[in-house]
């Protein structure tokens, strides 16, 4: 069953998509009003109040404030980046072994009431690090890694203003790949081939602008700091062997709950192109990638599943006897198995080989980089954030992708 008015051309008006900036935040503000400046007095200080093991102090002390006076969509936003920044630096304060079980309610009440009107899980997300924490230095500057600084930081220094700030480019590069998913999809519906091929050349090479843009990793992020310090912020409290019980939300629920930490597969973007081009994923890896949409803004969920009712593109390439159409499919494919490709990669750097260092090194001297990645959580050693099997998951999805692509054409 398609949108309610399948006559009616597909469009992205109506699932908050920035013609400029995709899924990303148009203009995050910067602060919240005053009421609420106990938050950001704390936000604000994160790394530092970490470091001298006094957050959760800091925390407990907050006035237990009201969510009413947030009144408009960027003001909840910032107010649950500021709560959800703060919900992992007090849960992580002390690393691995001395996790807290109780969320205290001044935190705890204010993040569940703003996760309720915004539709987010309360936990550090995707749209949370990422999408709405930005802002340029010179407002008329460019958009790129000189001119962009964090609103909200976490213990990492440099390397997670890296992180966050290259995944930040990273949606970026997609926004004419997604401005051309109506394309395809009016095409295909009215039978227009030239469309639907000029359309994917488009996102084929938005893909590979994707890619080069992650590759900036290697430039802006420390593996043994994002092994060794920056990884335990932002994983979760489900899938994770460090809090087998979940978390209590005092004041909010009396049970624990579990949710999975900040990860790539609550990016939208892919999800997109998986829908559009038809590759499925099943098993476990399916079931993940299913459940990281709960964490993702509502209407972009939305998104990824009208485009899954629209008649399917793949069928549409295999009907017709268009040359262009074939390769331009073709290339979409296989940019996006060569991105993922390439993630894997940036996974073995950033996690799998410093994991493999780290059980090296335990025994060896104290060098600033041995105590680094042997101070890592090992309870996550072969996970991701999002508490995946991460090598297994990512292989799988990766060749997932390659099986859509068309079976040679003599």
Excluded at 161 to 181: C, D, K, M, N, Y
Excluded at 191 to 208: C, F, M
Excluded at 260 to 280: I, N, P, T, Y
Excluded at 363 to 371: A, F
Aim: glycine share 6%.
């Amino acid at each position: 069953m398609a949108s309610a008015d399948s006559k009616a051309p597909f469009s992205l008006d109506s699932y908050y998509v920035s013609e400029e900036l995709g899924f990303i935040l148009p203009e995050p503000l910067v602060e919240l009003p005053p009421y609420y400046q106990p938050w950001m007095d704390v936000a604000l200080r994160i790394p530092e109040l970490v470091h001298s093991h006094k957050l959760r102090s800091h925390i407990n002390k907050m006035p237990l404030l009201s969510s009413e006076f947030l009144q408009k969509h960027r003001e909840l936003r910032l107010a649950h980046l500021a709560l959800s920044m703060m919900t992992m630096g007090y849960v992580w304060q002390e690393g691995e072994n001395n996790t807290v079980e109780m969320l205290p309610c001044n935190l705890s009440v204010p993040f569940w009431e703003v996760s309720q009107r915004l539709g987010f899980p309360p936990i550090l997300t995707h749209a949370d690090g990422v999408l709405a924490n930005w802002k340029k230095k010179d407002p008329k500057g460019p958009f790129d890694m000189e001119n962009l600084e964090l609103l909200v930081s976490l213990p990492g220094g440099e390397s997670v203003r890296g992180f966050f700030l290259v995944t930040l480019l990273v949606e970026l590069a997609a926004v004419p790949a997604l401005r051309s998913i109506p394309t395809v999809i009016n095409g295909v519906r009215c039978g227009d081939t030239e469309i639907v091929a000029r359309a994917l050349e488009d996102i084929s090479q938005s893909i590979q602008d994707m890619t080069d843009a992650l590759k900036l990793m290697q430039v802006y992020v420390d593996p043994a700091v994002f092994y060794g310090k920056m990884r335990i912020y932002l994983s979760g409290w489900k899938d994770n062997p460090c809090m087998p019980n979940g978390l209590m939300y005092e004041g909010v629920q009396t049970e624990p709950m579990e949710y999975s930490g900040g990860s790539a597969a609550q990016s939208s973007l892919l999800h997109c192109f998986d829908e559009l081009l038809g590759v499925s994923h099943e098993g476990n890896g399916g079931s993940f990638l299913t459940r990281m949409r709960d964490y993702m803004p509502p209407a972009h969920k939305q998104l990824i599943q009208d485009i899954s009712l629209q008649p399917s593109l793949r069928s549409f390439v295999q009907q017709q006897t268009c040359d262009r159409l074939n390769q331009a499919f073709h290339h979409c494919v296989t940019k996006l198995v060569a991105m993922r490709s390439y993630h894997i990669n940036v996974v073995s750097r950033f996690i799998t080989v410093p994991a493999a260092r780290a059980r090296q090194l335990c025994n060896q001297s104290q060098s600033s980089e041995v105590e680094m990645v042997s101070r890592a959580p090992t309870a996550l050693e072969e996970r991701g954030t999002g508490g995946s099997d991460i090598m297994t998951f990512l292989k799988s999805v990766r060749d997932e992708t390659k099986d859509i692509l068309l079976p040679e054409t003599s």
